[in-house]
């Protein structure tokens, strides 16, 4: 949910996230989305910040 909301908020607690579950790339990141919301897509903004979280 956090990477779909994408808030400047929600920066911190993704990194914290990923690194908890082990996720190190962006392709993991966006695997856990669609396992977990199945169809849906991420908006520009989302994308943006995962590319920053994973650069």
């Known amino acids: 949910m956090k ?3 994408a808030r400047a908020r929600d920066e ?5 996230l990923a690194g908890i579950i082990g996720v ?8 856990h ?3 977990f919301f199945p169809g849906e897509r991420l908006g520009a ?8 979280i994973f650069a």
């Open 33 to 35: 989305c669609e396992r």
């Open 3 to 5: 990477a779909y909301a």
């Open 12 to 16: 911190d607690d993704l990194r914290a």
């Open 45 to 52: 903004r989302s994308l943006a910040m995962l590319e920053d």
């Open 24 to 31: 190190t790339t962006i392709d993991a990141a966006l695997e």
